[in-house]
């Protein structure tokens, strides 16, 4: 069994003799993960590029890690494909963005 179940039985009516918890040592727990903070970082990027007057996908571009760019803890990205990501997203970006200034 993947889950450690409770060896007695949580409701002595018979309806449920075992239980299941999510407080392994070997499993994630459920709550706030990647996902959730990259959606709010990127929120976050839009509203700090719109108070400088900048364009977000530039400040995305120009921010982007290069070759010879360390993490926060001094260490090099594993691969620099984010720049190159954003080029391919450009001519996308550029059409929804028109089409939300005219909307």
């Known amino acids: 069994m993947?889950?450690?179940t409770y060896p007695e039985p949580l409701f002595p009516d018979g309806l449920l003799d075992r239980g299941n918890s999510n407080?392994?040592?070997n499993t994630c727990c459920p709550g706030c993960g990647?996902?959730?903070i990259s959606t709010t970082t990127?929120?976050?990027?839009?509203?700090?590029?719109?108070k400088a007057g900048?364009?977000?996908w530039e400040l995305r571009y120009k921010n982007a890690?290069?070759?010879g760019d360390r993490t926060i803890n001094s260490r090099p990205y594993l691969d620099y494909v984010?720049?190159?990501?954003?080029?391919?997203?450009k001519p996308a970006y550029g059409r929804y963005k028109a089409e939300a200034e005219a909307a």
């Open 82 to 89: 984010y720049p190159k990501v954003l080029e391919m997203a």
């Open 2 to 4: 993947l889950w450690p």
């Open 54 to 56: 900048i364009d977000p």
């Open 34 to 36: 990647p996902p959730q």
């Open 23 to 25: 407080h392994n040592f």
């Open 42 to 50: 990127d929120a976050l990027i839009d509203v700090y590029a719109e």
């Open 65 to 67: 890690a290069r070759p």
